[in-house]
């Protein structure tokens, strides 16, 4: 068989790179080794964990927030297969829906391992052993990620556990201890504290979530400590001893001292993700790993002639959105047409309760560039409906670059936020300034909010307008 494009892997950088190659009419096949489509995300990540999320935050909410609501429930109780059941329903119902867009776009999909067997051929081998190999113009590899081990730890998937053990625990832990305080580790830390688990937290850093801006991760860790999660930041686990009834986690301050033991029922190590590139022929064209084991690209996600990669498996955030965009673009270089990521406004939600969200630079990653820029925020509090929702933890920073005054970066912590991000990428995709975004009329809370802390930190709004433009008292409108 012969065809235009080949992509190696079914995840959502695979099938949408798929979806837009069929659409742009290229012959395409995509092989996928786990049985189903849609990767990580679909299967073990994305959706599995904001079913549950979302879940247990009506478990939280019927039990902690309606009575101050005025809201009488009786009754509540929490009936956790319906709860994983309703979440396997999820991921079934989009696996089954991703073949379906395969077939709609006449993609075939090829169901095994594929293999890079030399430019331009594919040896996939199926489930029953039989091997094929597919003759083809282009390659991707979208191979994506697989959770990092920590070092002399078994993870049984039952009581040590990854996220994808974590996303189906038959039971609710008495104790649960999350090693690293990540996305992950928050986020499925969250679902298991709110049906029941007491939740401790180690992480190696000195903070959590290291790579969010510092204020807004501080401001994060109160929150979630006002919750009831505890945090050993700056330990590491150095073993875990397996007893008949639970388990006894060994920890260390990360920058030495005396070792201390917790007990726990569970242990979910989410510690970060690692690319996935095992068995996958790279040496069969020439191609190396960094050395952390991505596959670097050339900035234009080429990797040699004729092979192209995207997603978890080369660099850039581990996140579906980033991986789809960049499948999206590379179809359309492919089919001769123009691709496009910006890597600078990428959304990034931690799906907690509440949300983070983010976009755009940190303020100690402009420090660290040496970039000058006036800082903007808004604390929830001050925002009437978020007081009159009961949701007035966390703020919103926007940093505008004083030289372009262009925002370079928006982060927030707030009920909600996860969903004004998108127009934060909006404004920044068309290079809005603090005072653009101030100047636009705003609804309620988040929006609000997101408009005070533009009007806190915009160089313009006291001043006049940074083009000719004033505003108009009798049309409400600027005119440039
Ligand atoms: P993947 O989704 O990992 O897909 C790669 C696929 O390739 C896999 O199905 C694998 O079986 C297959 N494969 C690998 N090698 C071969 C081979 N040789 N032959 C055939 N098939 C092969 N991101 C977000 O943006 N938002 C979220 O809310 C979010 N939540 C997450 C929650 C969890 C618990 C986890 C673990 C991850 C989450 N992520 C989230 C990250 C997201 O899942 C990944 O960034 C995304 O799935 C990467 O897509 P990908 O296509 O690059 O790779
Ligand atoms: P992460 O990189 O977000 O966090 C890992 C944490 O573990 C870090 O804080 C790190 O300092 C800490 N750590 C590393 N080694 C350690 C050790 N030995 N002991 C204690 N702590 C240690 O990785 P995580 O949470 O595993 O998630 C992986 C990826 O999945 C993320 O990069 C994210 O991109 C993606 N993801 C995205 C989600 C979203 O967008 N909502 C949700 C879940 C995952």
């Known amino acids: 068989m012969s065809y235009d494009l080949v992509i190696i892997g079914g995840g959502p950088g695979g099938y949408n790179c798929a979806i837009r190659a069929g659409q742009l009419g290229l012959k395409t096949a995509i092989i996928e080794s786990r049985g189903k489509l849609g990767g990580t995300c679909l299967n073990v990540g994305c959706i599995p964990s904001k079913a549950l999320l979302h879940a247990s935050e009506y478990f939280e909410a019927a039990t902690k927030t309606f009575p101050g609501m005025g809201v009488k429930v009786s009754g509540v109780e ?54 094929q190999t597919l003759e083809t113009k282009n390659i991707v590899i979208a191979t994506g990620s697989e959770p990092t081990p920590l070092p002399n730890i078994d993870i049984d998937e039952e009581r040590i556990v990854s996220s994808t053990g ?6 609710v832990p008495k104790k649960l201890i999350v090693v690293g305080a990540g996305v992950i580790g928050l986020e499925l830390g969250s679902v298991w504290r709110r049906v029941g688990a007491e939740v401790t937290v180690v992480e190696f850093l000195d903070k959590i979530t290291p790579t969010i801006d510092t204020e807004i991760s501080t401001a994060f860790q109160k929150i979630l400590k006002k919750q009831g999660v505890k945090f050993e930041l700056g330990h590491k686990v150095t073993g875990i001893e397996k007893l008949h009834d ?147 933890d966390g703020l919103v920073k926007v940093l ?68 000719t433009g004033t505003i108009s008292p009798l049309q409400g409108r600027v005119s440039r």
Request: aromatic share 6%.
């Open 166 to 171: 974590a996303l189906s625990l038959k039971q």
């Open 400 to 467: 505008e670059e004083v030289a372009t005054k262009k925002v370079v970066g928006v982060h927030m912590v707030g009920a909600g936020v996860g969903e004004m991000i998108g127009e934060i990428c909006v404004a920044m995709e068309f290079g809005a300034s603090a005072e653009d975004i101030a100047r636009t009329c705003h609804l309620l809370r988040c929006p609000e909010a997101v408009r005070e802390a533009a009007k806190d930190g915009g160089s313009a709004v006291l001043e006049p307008r940074r083009s």
């Open 78 to 131: 929490l009936d956790l297969p319906q709860m994983l059941k309703q979440k396997d329903d999820a991921v079934d119902g989009l696996t089954k829906g991703v073949e379906f867009l395969m077939k709609k776009n006449k993609v075939d999909y090829v169901k095994g391992f594929g293999r890079i067997a030399g430019k331009g051929r594919v040896e996939v081998t199926g489930p029953d052993g039989a091997k």
């Open 246 to 392: 639970g388990l006894q986690v060994s920890i260390e301050p990360a920058k030495g001292g005396a070792a201390r033991t917790l007990d726990a029922d569970v242990v979910l190590v989410a510690i970060g993700r690692r690319p996935f590139t095992k068995d996958l022929g790279l040496d069969t064209v020439g191609i190396k790993t960094d050395q952390r084991g991505f596959i670097p690209h050339n900035g234009h996600l080429k990797v040699a002639d004729g092979i192209y990669v995207i997603g978890d498996v080369t660099t850039g955030p581990m996140l579906a959105h980033k991986a789809e965009e960049e499948g999206i673009a590379i179809a359309q270089v492919i089919a001769g047409q123009w691709g496009h990521v910006n890597y600078d406004v990428i959304p990034n939600v931690i799906y907690t309760y509440p949300e983070v969200a983010t976009a755009g630079k940190t303020e100690e990653e402009l420090k660290a560039a040496g970039v000058e820029y006036k800082v903007g925020k808004f604390q929830f509090m001050a925002n009437s409906r978020a007081r009159t929702n009961h949701e007035t």
